[in-house]
């Protein structure tokens, strides 16, 4: 596609769920960066993939939250036994490897834990 | 920890300049100043780069002083749709890839 798509847009699980969020990123972007945003915060960064490899994995909050990357193009970030300080929006963002031209971001997921 | 220090709000007149400052005093000859904003629910835009050299493009222009500690964005013609979150961040170009680290950004309100 011509942009980063995430799905679900939006998501509402009730606490001590799993959820999987998805990325699908630029065709040819080989770097693939996962963010979270909560509400009224910056973005916090969570794991970085190259290709299917995870140089990165520095933000992840804690060890219920994991990622893939398969084929070197879809991303699936899961959330084990989701809590509510887990609400946040989860954004993806890939660029071109030794690209000048930054990242492009999706619209992100919003997740709401009740 | 973000690499940079901007003021968390500004006002700007709908069609005048808006000039947003960015200290980053603490820059590696290899890092790059980049800037990104995010509009209200929508995901951060990529705005414009630099290294060393003044920079312009169809958003904006960036403004790098010569010691490099410091920068500044520059929308030349302000319009309503640019108000949003403006980010200034430092970082390495490498064939690695690397993170952007974001801090707080300013919040730029374009008024009418």
């Known amino acids: 596609g011509a942009g980063v798509s995430q799905s679900p847009s939006n998501k509402v699980t009730e606490k001590g769920k799993d959820v999987e969020l998805r990325c699908d990123p630029i065709s040819g972007h080989t770097a693939l960066y996962w963010y979270r945003q909560s509400l009224g915060q910056g973005l916090e960064f969570l794991i970085y993939f190259q290709g299917n490899s995870a140089p990165d994995k520095s933000g992840l909050p804690s060890d219920r939250f994991s990622a893939e990357r398969t084929g070197g193009s879809v991303s699936t970030l899961t959330i084990q036994r989701t809590q509510q300080e887990d609400s946040a929006v989860y954004l993806c963002?890939?660029?071109?490897?030794?690209?000048?031209?930054?990242?492009?971001f999706g619209s992100g997921t919003r997740l709401t834990v009740v | 920890d973000a690499k940079t220090t901007q003021p968390p709000s500004m006002d700007c007149a709908e069609g005048r300049a808006a000039n947003l400052p960015c200290n980053h005093s603490t820059i590696s000859g290899n890092e790059y100043v980049y800037w990104y904003r995010q509009i209200h629910s929508q995901g951060p835009q990529y705005i414009i780069h630099g290294l060393k050299n003044n920079e312009t493009n169809e958003m904006a222009s960036l403004i790098i002083t010569e010691d490099r500690k410091s920068s500044t964005l520059i929308l030349p013609h302000a319009t309503l749709r640019d108000t949003a979150v403006y980010y200034c961040?430092?970082?390495?170009?490498?064939?690695?890839?690397?993170?952007?680290?974001f801090g707080q950004g300013t919040e730029l309100s374009v008024k009418p």
């Open positions: 961040i430092v970082r390495v170009v490498s064939n690695q890839g690397g993170k952007l680290i």
């Open positions: 963002a890939s660029s071109i490897i030794d690209s000048n031209y930054g990242y492009t």
